[in-house]
């Protein structure tokens, strides 16, 4: 993909729009197990693409922008697998994941994924946390975690939560 195709997407190439990266990398090497993309992009999907290959890792991505999943298709894989989304409710919850990122849309629906994986996932990392927005911050959902860290040190927050694994050590 060359810069005129990201243009087309019109994705934003701010540095506002890599502030999850630090917590993906970190979360996936703390983490085993197949990991979900909720939602992809021109950063977190190459970047989970190439550490999950490494790491021998499954990866789902789930994407309901034809536009974005047209540029995701390019990263398909027998280990990578893309997902195009009608209707989130359709989508599917594993019995376990290591990892789960959640940066989809519509934003009404990260809280919704956020219940739905809460069993499921041994990490759920979800960017944008520091919106005032009930539709990025639920504190009655967030309240269902066992762990919480919410990473601050540039907007937007991105969050990890756990209900297996303490948060301390990240």
């Avoid at 990892?99 to 629906?109: E, L, Q, S």
């Avoid at 762990?147 to 939560?161: A, E, I, N």
Wanted: glycine content about 2%; some cysteine; aromatic content about 12%.
């Amino acid at each position: 993909m060359n810069i005129n195709q990201v243009r087309q997407l019109n994705a934003n190439l701010s540095k506002n729009y890599t502030t999850h990266i630090s917590m993906l990398v970190k979360i996936l090497l703390a983490s085993e197990g197949d990991v979900i993309e909720c939602g992809g992009g021109v950063f977190s999907t190459p970047l989970l693409h190439w550490i999950c290959k490494m790491q021998n890792r499954k990866l789902v991505t789930y994407e309901e922008d034809p536009d974005y999943y047209a540029f995701e298709k390019q990263f398909q894989s027998r280990q990578h697998r893309i997902r195009f989304v009608k209707n989130w409710d359709d989508i599917k919850i594993p019995k376990r994941a290591g990892m789960v990122f959640i940066d989809h849309h519509p934003p009404k629906r990260r809280m919704i994924e956020l219940q739905r994986f809460k069993n499921h996932a041994d990490y759920i990392v979800i960017h944008d946390t520091e919106r005032v927005s009930r539709q990025y911050n639920l504190p009655e959902v967030f309240a269902q975690f066992k762990y919480r860290l919410d990473w601050k040190d540039c907007r937007p927050w991105t969050s990890v939560v756990s209900n297996f694994n303490d948060l301390k050590k990240i």
